[in-house]
């Protein structure tokens, strides 16, 4: 199985940063691709910012200049550092993480795709 463990959000004032970390735990054989989303209550999960192994970026037009992602594959770890927040950011930001992991049990690589926990950001004053 694949864990994914979120850190960094918080209460910030428009205008300021935070930064956000992921790190992905388990059986992990690699990883293919590793990204953030966001959701407000009574609306879709929204795809903010993803990175590929090969280290392309895509960001949502909403954010792109004020939010950069980042990894670390051999530490299987990945940040989003946001700048310029805006009250419009608020919400719960989920990471999400593709790739091969080893599973015992039958012996061979299965793909996943795992969610970390959510953390919450709130932009206000």
């Known amino acids: 199985q694949v864990q994914l463990l979120e850190s960094g959000g918080g209460l910030v004032q428009p205008g300021g940063s935070l930064k956000l970390s992921c790190a992905a735990s388990?059986?992990?054989?690699?990883?293919?691709?590793m990204g953030w989303y966001r959701q407000v209550p009574g609306t879709q999960r929204e795809l903010v910012a993803t990175?590929?192994?090969?280290?392309?970026?895509n960001y949502a037009e909403s954010v792109k200049g004020r939010f950069t992602i980042s990894r670390e594959n051999a530490k299987n770890t990945m940040s989003l550092q946001m700048n310029s927040l805006k009250p419009e950011d608020t919400a719960v930001y989920y990471c999400?993480?593709?790739?091969?992991?080893?599973?015992?049990?039958?012996?061979?690589?299965?793909?996943?795709?795992?969610w970390g926990q959510g953390t919450q950001v709130t932009v206000s004053s």
């Open positions: 999400n993480v593709r790739g091969t992991r080893y599973d015992s049990n039958i012996g061979h690589h299965l793909d996943f795709t795992s």
């Open positions: 388990g059986s992990i054989v690699s990883i293919n691709a």
């Open positions: 990175i590929t192994s090969g280290e392309v970026h």
